[in-house]
């Protein structure tokens, strides 16, 4: 009679993973290794050479073991990936009780950017579920803590701290964007500033482009102290409009 095959343990979700399985390879473990020490190793890759330098076997040559032995704590690169974006992000810091809910959304923004700017990668990786991860979650906690009790409802502080959370990310990643493509071309930020500027005045006509014309006469694309990839003064705009609007809505409702 044939014996019974035991059934192979499934493998840990991401959320698993994150929520607490980090330390239950689905296999025996080997000595010195667990989920943080390939997490960390990961990170540093990633830190190092972005993801496509990021695989299996760039995490164990790291750490001196063989990729099969990272199989017992993830199951592969994509699971990885969940794993390091939610431990780079970190926890958010305590944000101080000033009572000022404005204050409080500008310091979580310019925390989110510190973040993306020690991990560029993070830009890269697909958003492709809402946050689950701890720090996903402790992120998204700590926004919320500065917009609720403000006089606006659940469902609309939900919208604004979307907003807020892809506003942030889309304009790091523009920024991101260009500072690698500086990087890539070996032409120096203030060039690329000037040839920009001159290419502007070329291309843009009153005739068919009237307000772009007006803004370019203006010299508003020419070169000012900012680097040419700085996208903090157009975050800070952004960001106190959006504040001023939410202000104005609440005060009409009278709440």
Request: glycine share 10%; with cysteine.
């Amino acid at each position: 009679m044939t014996p019974e095959r035991k059934a192979k343990a499934p493998q840990p979700t991401s959320v698993e993973l994150l929520w607490g399985a980090r330390n239950k390879p689905t296999r025996g473990p080997r000595p010195g290794l667990s989920l943080e020490v390939i997490a960390k190793a990961a990170i540093e890759i990633a830190d190092e050479e972005g993801l496509e330098g990021l695989s299996m076997q760039s995490v164990a040559s790291r750490l001196a073991y063989t990729a099969m032995s990272l199989y017992r704590y993830v199951s592969g690169k994509e699971q990885l990936v969940d794993v390091i974006y939610d431990t780079a992000l970190g926890l958010p810091r305590p944000a101080p009780e000033s009572g000022d809910w404005r204050a409080g959304v500008h310091d979580w923004v310019w925390g989110m950017l510190g973040v993306y700017k020690a991990h560029p990668w993070l830009l890269r990786v697909t958003t492709n579920s809402p946050p689950l991860g701890p720090n996903q979650l402790a992120w998204f906690e700590a926004l919320l803590h500065h917009v609720s009790g403000i006089g606006l409802d659940e469902e609309e502080v939900l919208h604004l701290v979307i907003f807020v959370t892809c506003a942030v990310r889309d304009l790091a990643r523009t920024s991101s964007e260009l500072a690698q493509g500086t990087q890539q071309s070996g032409v120096p930020v203030e060039e690329m500033a000037q040839d920009y500027a001159r290419a502007m005045q070329d291309l843009v006509g009153e005739a068919h482009l009237p307000v772009l014309s007006k803004m370019v006469a203006a010299g508003t694309f020419e070169p000012g102290d900012g680097e040419y990839n700085d996208i903090m003064p157009s975050l800070e705009f952004g960001l106190q409009r959006l504040l001023d609007g939410v202000d104005g809505y609440i005060s009409a409702r009278g709440r």
